[in-house]
């Protein structure tokens, strides 16, 4: 079955880095778009970005834009978020989602893994 | 950027109740809206995609439709794990959006 697991999260200073990582199995991850999607505390679900199956397009939500970066490695299953100059308003469970197949929902999510951004 | 505009915020009904949750989008999105329901502490679940495609696994008491920017999740018969967060999900255009939630409670 599909299985979607996050890791990298934690408390971080403002201005500072984040990776975050989602390790895939169970299905052939180089034929799927992937994407992360946060929610803050109290909050709704919120989009975050999007990369193609096989990396050559990426796209990002308005608020993360020049600072997050998306990437994948499908030799190792893996999907990537790079975050840099963090904000306290990144303060968010971050999920992993796979897409359902040629189309941008998201038919498998990840646990999520917390990102506090704190000084 | 399109909205998507959930009613109501809070829905409180009983067991065995028929629940009608609303999706609308500021403008035309064809048909390309998903459903997700959320629980504390559980990953979000696909109940629907492109507006009436039942994901698998969903029971046959939850049914989806709608087109353009009015879209509508339907449970006939609530069951007590019915009761949680519903998002709906526009992939029409860049960036893709939520609606802000229906939280389903018992009444």
């Known amino acids: 079955q599909v299985q979607l697991v996050e890791s990298g999260g934690g408390v971080v200073q403002p201005g500072r880095s984040l990776r975050l990582s989602c390790a895939a199995s169970g299905f052939s991850f180089s034929n799927f778009g992937m994407h992360w999607v946060r929610q803050a505390p109290g909050k709704g679900l919120e989009w975050v970005a999007v990369i193609s199956y096989d990396g050559s397009n990426k796209y990002y939500g308005d608020s993360v834009k020049g600072r997050f970066t998306i990437s994948r490695d499908n030799s190792k299953n893996t999907v990537y978020l790079q975050m840099n100059s963090l904000r306290a308003e990144d303060t968010a469970i971050y999920y992993c989602?796979?897409?359902?197949?040629?189309?941008?929902?998201?038919?498998?999510w990840g646990q999520g893994t917390l990102v506090t951004v704190s000084s | 950027e399109i909205v998507l505009t959930q009613s109501p915020a809070t829905l409180s009904l009983s067991p065995g109740e028929r629940a009608t949750l609303s999706c609308r989008a500021s403008q035309s999105i064809s048909r390309y809206l998903a459903w997700y329901q959320h629980k504390p502490g559980q990953a979000p679940r696909l109940l629907f995609y492109?507006?009436?495609n039942r994901a698998t696994g969903i029971p046959a008491r939850f049914s989806g439709s709608g087109s353009g920017t009015d879209f509508t999740l339907t449970i006939s018969s609530l069951e007590p794990e019915d009761f949680a967060v519903y998002y709906c999900q526009q992939r029409n255009s860049w960036p893709i959006t939520f609606g802000q939630g229906t939280r389903l409670e018992i009444k």
């Open positions: 492109d507006a009436s």
């Open positions: 989602a796979k897409e359902h197949p040629g189309i941008s929902h998201f038919d498998s």
